[in-house]
């Protein structure tokens, strides 16, 4: 059992920033695409941004380019998600997503490890 624990989130003003992370252990982290994806309550899980196994290629979904940024820490085996200038519309549960080998995909029935997910509330 592959466990990846995110934590981060929060209520923040509209304008405002956060950090999310997530911990991965060690084998998943190096072979696998790491992904955020998020979840708004009556919606379906959508795609934030991955990384591709190996972290070469970087992904995101054009409604966050340029406000969210996803990076990586290999000595850790953590993944981030750090959100500016974020709207009340990106009020959702965010959760990390691994797949195995896999080049970064935006669909999460791609992804095959998932946190339990970090809530993230922005107000206007």
């Known amino acids: 059992q592959v466990e990846l624990v995110e934590s981060g989130g929060g209520l923040v003003q509209a304008g405002g920033s956060l950090r999310l992370s997530c911990v991965a252990p060690e084998e998943t982290f190096s072979k696998s695409a790491m992904g955020w994806f998020r979840q708004a309550p009556g919606k379906e899980r959508e795609f934030v941004a991955a990384f591709a196994a190996g972290g070469g290629n970087i992904y995101y979904a054009d409604y966050v380019k340029a406000r969210f940024t996803i990076s990586r820490d290999t000595f850790k085996n953590t993944l981030y998600l750090q959100m500016n200038s974020l709207k009340p519309e990106d009020t959702a549960v965010y959760y990390c997503?691994?797949?195995?080998w896999g080049p970064g995909s935006d669909m999460a029935s791609s992804y095959e490890y998932w946190g339990q997910g970090t809530q993230v509330s922005v107000s206007s």
């Open positions: 997503a691994a797949d195995l």
